[in-house]
């Protein structure tokens, strides 16, 4: 784990209604065509009601993850839901959503190229480096959101 996959985990672990689990096998499911995927972060956010796969990256070329997007369904989202865990029973239902943290400079040409995927946020790693740049309810808890 980099320190950029430590800011988002230190990002994501801030919010007190959100677990989560880091580099989750998903493993390839030969009938089904799915999964073979290990995202950086599997968050479950229990306020929401929602399973947000995160994905960090520092490359200056979105090319791959644009692929793994396009690819999210069978990727990630049907994996998770047929997952051997007691907790899949009650996120099975869930909203399933990505959350990419990516370079500062690359979030508004990748937001505007996956407009159309509404379950994809983009955040900008410069957003979650440093926690006096987070934004904070008045009862100084930290609002976090992966959307």
């Known amino acids: 784990m980099d320190r950029f996959e430590e800011a988002v985990m230190e990002y994501i672990s801030a919010d007190p209604n959100c677990l989560f689990k880091s580099q989750m096998n998903l493993p390839y499911n030969k009938e089904s065509d799915s999964g073979g995927s290990l995202p950086d972060f599997v968050v479950i956010n229990f306020k929401e009601k929602c399973v947000y796969v995160v994905e960090v990256t520092t490359a200056s070329n ?16 049907q994996p998770l839901k047929e997952y051997d865990a007691d907790w899949v029973n009650f996120t099975r239902t869930w909203e399933h959503r990505v959350c990419l943290f990516i370079r500062p400079q690359l979030v508004d040409d990748l937001s505007l190229s996956l407009s159309e995927c509404t379950d994809v946020s983009i955040k900008s790693l410069g957003e979650v480096m440093n926690p006096w740049e987070w934004e904070w309810d008045d009862r100084n808890q930290p609002v976090n959101s992966l959307r």
């Open 62 to 77: 979105t090319n791959g993850i644009v692929k793994k997007i396009s690819e999210r369904e069978t990727r990630w989202y």
